[in-house]
């Protein structure tokens, strides 16, 4: 499964909305730290199918909210401990996949 991390440097008095505007898409786990006084780090891991959709949300929300940053890295490696429910999904998915052409989002191009 190819996996892409997202970071998003929330300015505080933004960070309710983006949260829960973040949480509504797809995600493989979501992460939320303190960066400082005033800003909250948001680390969204996502599929790479599912990376264009999260990063035009953000880079609307970018042009608007001043001291609003994104940062995308790819991810070589995630290791987590699965339930076999979640093997088995993971696994189909993979089959589905197998044959599936995987492309860049427009940001990344």
Do not use: C
Not at 4 to 20: I, M, S, T
Request: proline share 3%; aromatic share 10%; net charge negative.
């Amino acid at each position: 499964m190819d996996l892409q991390l997202v970071e998003a440097y929330v300015p505080d008095k933004f960070f309710n909305k983006v949260d829960e505007s973040l949480k509504e898409f797809p995600h493989v786990s979501f992460w939320i730290s303190i960066e400082s006084k005033d800003r909250t780090l948001i680390r969204v891991l996502v599929k790479t199918a599912d990376t264009e959709e999260i990063l035009d949300y953000l880079e609307g929300m970018a042009h608007v909210i001043e001291g609003f940053e994104v940062l995308l890295f790819p991810v070589q490696t995630y290791i987590t401990r699965l339930t076999e429910e979640e093997k088995e999904q993971r696994l189909n998915e993979e089959e589905e996949n197998a044959n599936k052409l995987e492309r860049a989002s427009r940001q990344e191009l």
